[in-house]
């Protein structure tokens, strides 16, 4: 059995609807793993379960072998980074720091040598007797880790732990992480709504959807082939195209013309999806696979590449071009959709 074993959990606030359905989650250990979806699917109420502060309906949570259902919220000693969970402003950095072992009645010269060794490696020695006002943002949040890691859990919960920062400090914080989770590896879950941020920093993801996990894999695994429409869409998939099966590399679209993809599937209409950046724009005499005309009705300048929102036979297909060669309202347009880019859901 995996080291962290969710099963068969459901939650419900109300005694009638289930917020969390049947869900199931292993993760091995030293793993770090996110939630991803999007804000209400039930990431935060999973990482609740695993806490302890909700008891589910339904289901067990087994953590190395013991049944962990039942057991109170101080008892479980996991780290705990969540939003809500602010540091004591009256207490010091390192007070804030060694509050648990505190609690643990750990020895003054032991809770001596752990806070000074975990500042350390959250980089912050210098900063002990300074109070939480006296700090930045990133600062803080380093402080909240280092108190969550200083206990030395077994399991430590982050909840959106960056998302009062802003876009740099975020990079430099998610690496940060990595690295504390790595060095010292204590499995972790991470709850995020940002894919890039979980994809960048995770063995493995978690993509939810009202209450249940679409899907469970590895970061490129997910990035490339997305199993369903949602998990497609929220990774950044778009031109979601009917199809109907010829034979297992041939799908014919709603207009007759046949599409080749090197990735079949077992559904008789499945949606062929490509991402925007990944559709070539070619000229109308180049010899290519899955060549679609369309008139530019949309442009949007995204920095790097245009983004152009073209009406075509088969609905509005929305495709990423160079800024060599911008296009215009009403020009008429010819792409090519690679077919190793296609994915079937
Ligand atoms: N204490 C609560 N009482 C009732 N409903 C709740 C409570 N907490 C969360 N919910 C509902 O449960 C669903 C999942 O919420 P949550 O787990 O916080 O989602 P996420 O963290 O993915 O944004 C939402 O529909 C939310 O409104
Ligand atoms: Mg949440």
């Known amino acids: 059995m995996a080291f962290f074993n969710l099963q068969d959990i459901n939650v419900s606030y109300d005694k009638k609807n289930n917020i969390l359905e049947g869900l199931n989650l292993e993760i091995e250990k030293g793993e770090l ?36 259902t039942k057991v109170p919220v101080h008892k479980r000693n996991f780290g705990l980074v969540f939003q809500s969970y602010a540091l004591f402003p009256h207490l010091s950095v390192f007070d804030n720091v060694a509050f648990g072992l505190k609690l643990q009645k750990v020895s003054k010269e032991e809770i001596k040598k752990r806070v000074e060794n975990i500042l350390e490696v959250c980089d912050l020695k210098g900063f002990e007797k300074r109070f939480p006002k006296q700090l930045s943002g990133g600062q803080r949040q380093r402080v909240a880790l280092a108190r969550a890691l200083v206990v030395e859990p077994k399991l430590l919960l982050l909840d959106e732990p960056l998302s009062n920062l802003d876009a740099k400090l975020r990079i430099n914080m998610r690496v940060e992480i990595k690295r504390l989770q790595r060095k010292l590896g204590i499995t972790t879950i991470f709850v995020t709504h940002d894919q890039e941020e979980c994809f960048s920093i995770s063995d493995k993801v978690a993509v939810m959807n009202g209450g249940v996990i679409e899907q469970y894999d590895t ?20 031109n979601f195209i009917d199809l109907k099966r010829k034979d297992a590399h041939t799908y014919i679209a709603s207009d007759g013309s046949e599409f080749v993809v090197d990735n079949g599937c077992d559904k008789e209409d499945p949606k062929g999806t490509i991402r925007p950046e990944d559709i070539q724009i070619v000229s109308s005499q180049d010899n290519v696979e899955n060549k679609i005309t369309g008139k530019v009705i949309v442009r949007t300048f995204l920095g790097k590449s245009y983004q152009y929102e073209l009406d075509t036979p088969l609905g509005v297909i929305v495709v990423n071009g160079s800024s060599d060669h911008v296009l215009q309202a009403q020009d008429t347009v010819c792409v090519s959709l690679p077919k190793g880019k296609i994915v079937l859901v």
């Open 33 to 68: 793993v996110s939630l991803l979806g999007p804000s209400g699917c039930g990431k935060t109420t999973t990482l609740r379960v695993v806490a302890g502060f909700i008891e589910p309906t339904h289901g067990q949570f087994i953590l190395d072998d013991t049944d962990m």
């Open 219 to 238: 970061p490129e695994n997910i990035y490339r082939t997305p199993k369903t429409e949602f998990v497609a869409r929220f990774i950044g998939f778009e």
